[in-house]
């Protein structure tokens, strides 16, 4: 599943717009206010589509609310804007839908707000025929769909003991809670612990495949092998961690005690993995590798510092690379991260030509977040310094006809304004090493 | 300003002869890169994902011209950003040049201090020099420093180019030769700024010739270049600006 354009229309704070989505990564900047979540409940809205032809998840579908319509103030009173449209574009399960499919709300009512679904039908039988296919003991592939929002950092305050958790089919829990903007930890906690359990007693292969794909992706996304292993502890009633210190010893860390980024890149990446193995534990040690679906993720930086911030998209990208990220982000580490089209500014329709990856990071704070209390560094002094002299060379030649000396003194010139300026690393040790060898001659 | 040959509007069906729709005006830019190139029609700048189409006539004010092929044109965001409102002045063809009417090369000179103006060595009337000037206010080709006082990305890129045109110049010329003419324009073809590098090597037929004749720059149907790898006219028939 995939979703490559979507049109918002009077929606909580947009009056129509389209925004088109990069199949792997898109991030949305802008200031607060801007609309970035909104864009996330919008995409929430559109995925949940999906989720009406699940029989057992369509409650988890989401609707639009009564007060996510937009509102123009006039003479004082507040005029709800109708109709409310979430048009979404994309792929599901390898078929485009190019018609789309659309969400509505056409009339308010003093009771109820009902959002229509009649125009996203089409989505509805797709996952209808696949629900349908599944039962008859075909492997289908359904796409996770889960939205991370602010609130998402798990166990913080839930001192509820964690349940053994029955089997059910996968769909009816893979989807539980997946587009409430608060990841549901319990529900991977206790699945991680009756299963561990089970694994001990019955020594089913199969499971403990899946057990040992889901380690090692929690694993793998700690920075710097940091993490060996993983268990359920049921002393302690939570997961643990088999950590090694810079001298090579193992310690035991519950994950209640970690910090609240580790926790919060924990808690995100096992909600992904536990839903992956849940849908399709058919595809075996590749469930997490290949299951497609649409996540969202607000505030992805949240309580990451700068370095796991640099890295976390890839991070992303590398452990789940059939899904589609939606995130939103304040960091410029994270920005700076980004491919040329992987990101999109609410503030401004003017998207630099360059690669995010390309630009230094005080840059990306004034050029792409505008941020203008940083100190921009003054181009224009060096840019007019350096006309003059290349303007006495262009003026001593009147047929216009530069000699090759003329050409060797302009690139030294253009060398020396470039290098303060360009954002290329390895042009710029490029041009420092021409001018000392320049230096060196002289 | 390189000169580009759009073709006729591309068609659709097995004969060729439904035009094709762009209501979805972005759909026109996968035929533009591969008829034209993947630079910006107006600055030159090398462009790869983040590109969009320019409407001559903006689409807000002529909606039938939306969708309208010959209204297209292949523009990067800065220099969409600088037209963003701008209305052309009607005639638009007789107003400024354009790289798919007019040898636009003719039009302009790229000077060594990055700065883009009218090119007085075949600009002789006033009115020529008038019109390369409203093109480049149309989209701000001559600017500097923005507004934050941070370098406008063309003027660094394009002095980008020229750093790299002039080094290779310097190698080509020197001895021992240490750049050969594929690997100049292979990296003519990486910078973008055609105009720039042809320029700069503007003394060196054999250079020259590989240039005009790279078919990444997609100059061959244009007709701004003889045999002889001179510029020429466009619109021979127009005698008071035949550019």
Redesign the interface.
């Given at each position: 599943m995939r979703i490559d354009k979507i049109r918002i229309k009077n929606f909580k704070g947009f009056e129509e717009e389209i925004f088109l989505l990069n199949p792997h990564f898109t991030v949305f900047i802008g200031d607060n206010a801007k609309g970035k979540t909104s864009v996330l409940d919008a995409l929430a809205v559109a995925a949940g589509s999906f989720l009406r032809g699940i029989d057992v998840a369509k409650l988890e579908s989401r609707s639009i609310d009564k007060n996510e319509i937009r509102v123009v103030t006039k003479d004082g009173q507040p005029l709800p804007q109708i109709p409310v449209e979430i048009h979404a574009f994309g792929n599901v399960n390898g078929k485009d839908i190019d018609e789309g499919w659309l969400r509505t709300v056409d009339k308010i009512s003093p009771k109820k707000t009902n959002t229509t679904y009649v125009k996203a039908k089409n989505i509805e039988k797709v996952a209808e025929d696949m629900l349908k296919l599944s039962r008859s003991g075909s492997n289908v592939i359904f796409p996770v769909i889960a939205y991370l929002g602010t609130g998402r950092l798990w166990a913080e305050h839930e001192e509820k003991k964690t349940e053994y958790k029955k089997t059910g089919e996968g769909v009816s829990q893979a989807y539980i809670n997946c587009l409430s903007p608060k990841s549901s930890s319990k529900e991977f906690l206790s699945w991680y612990k009756t299963y561990e359990d089970e694994i001990r007693k019955f020594d089913q292969d199969s499971d403990k495949l899946l057990l040992k794909t889901f380690n090692s992706t929690i694993v793998s996304m700690i920075p710097d092998n940091h993490w060996q292993d993983m268990a359920y502890s049921f002393a302690a009633e939570d997961l643990t961690g088999i950590f090694v210190t810079p001298n090579g010893e193992k310690e035991k860390l519950q994950f209640r005690q970690l910090s609240d980024g580790y926790r919060n890149i924990i808690g995100m990446v096992a909600d992904i993995a536990y839903r992956c193995l849940k849908l399709n534990p058919h595809l075996g040690k590749n469930a997490v590798k290949e299951t497609p679906g649409i996540v969202l993720i607000d505030e992805l930086d949240l309580h990451l510092h700068p370095n796991w911030q640099r890295r976390i998209i890839e991070d992303l990208k590398n452990t789940f690379p059939s899904i589609q990220f939606v995130a939103t982000t304040h960091s410029p580490f994270i920005i700076q991260s980004l491919r040329?089209?992987e990101l999109r500014n609410l503030d401004s329709?003017?998207?630099?030509?360059?690669n995010p990856k390309d630009i230094p990071i005080n840059?990306v704070i004034?050029?792409i977040m505008d941020v203008?209390s940083i100190k921009?560094?003054?181009?224009?002094k060096r840019?007019n310094d350096?006309?003059s002299e290349?303007?006495k060379?262009?003026n001593a030649r009147p047929d216009?006809?530069?000699t090759?000396d003329d050409?060797?003194e302009?690139?030294k010139l253009?060398?020396k304004?470039?290098e303060e300026?360009?954002d290329d690393a390895v042009?710029k040790a490029f041009l420092e090493k021409q001018k000392e060898a320049d230096d060196e001659t002289n | 300003m390189r000169p580009i040959d759009k073709g006729s509007w591309p068609t659709k069906g097995s004969h060729g002869v439904r035009k094709r729709v762009f209501n979805d005006w972005t759909r026109a830019i996968p035929f533009l890169k591969g008829r034209t190139g993947r630079f910006c029609h107006l600055c030159e700048?090398k462009?790869?994902?983040?590109i969009a189409i320019e409407h001559i006539k903006p689409k807000e004010h002529f909606r039938r011209l939306q969708a309208h092929w010959d209204n297209f044109l292949l523009i990067?965001?800065?220099c969409n950003?600088h037209k963003l409102a701008t209305i052309p002045i009607s005639p638009y063809k007789k107003k400024y040049y354009w790289p798919h009417l007019n040898n636009t090369i003719k039009a302009f000179d790229f000077?060594?201090?990055?700065?883009i103006i009218p090119n007085t060595?075949y600009l002789t009337t006033q009115p020529q020099i008038d019109r390369a000037n409203a093109t480049i206010g149309l989209y701000g080709l001559d600017k500097?420093?923005?507004a934050?006082?941070?370098?406008d990305?063309r003027?660094?890129?394009r002095?980008?180019a020229?750093?790299q045109a002039?080094?290779r110049?310097?190698e080509y010329?020197g001895v021992p030769q240490l750049a050969t003419v594929p690997a100049i324009v292979a990296n003519a073809k990486n910078t973008g700024f055609f105009s720039v590098w042809l320029k700069?090597f503007d003394?060196v037929p054999v250079v020259k010739a590989a240039l005009i004749d790279c078919p990444d720059f997609h100059l061959a149907s244009t007709n701004s270049f003889n045999a002889a790898y001179q510029l020429t006219d466009r619109n021979p028939a127009n005698a008071a600006d035949p550019i």
């Open positions: 040329e089209d329709k003017i998207i630099s030509q360059k840059k004034t050029d203008e921009s560094d003054d181009f224009e840019f350096a006309r290349l303007e060379i262009e216009k006809k530069l090759m050409y060797i302009v690139s253009l060398g304004l470039l300026e360009t042009y | 700048m462009v790869t994902n983040a990067c965001n800065q950003s000077k060594i201090t990055g700065e060595t500097t420093v923005t934050q006082g941070n370098s990305d003027l660094l890129e002095l980008e020229y750093k002039i080094d110049l310097i010329t700069v003394s």
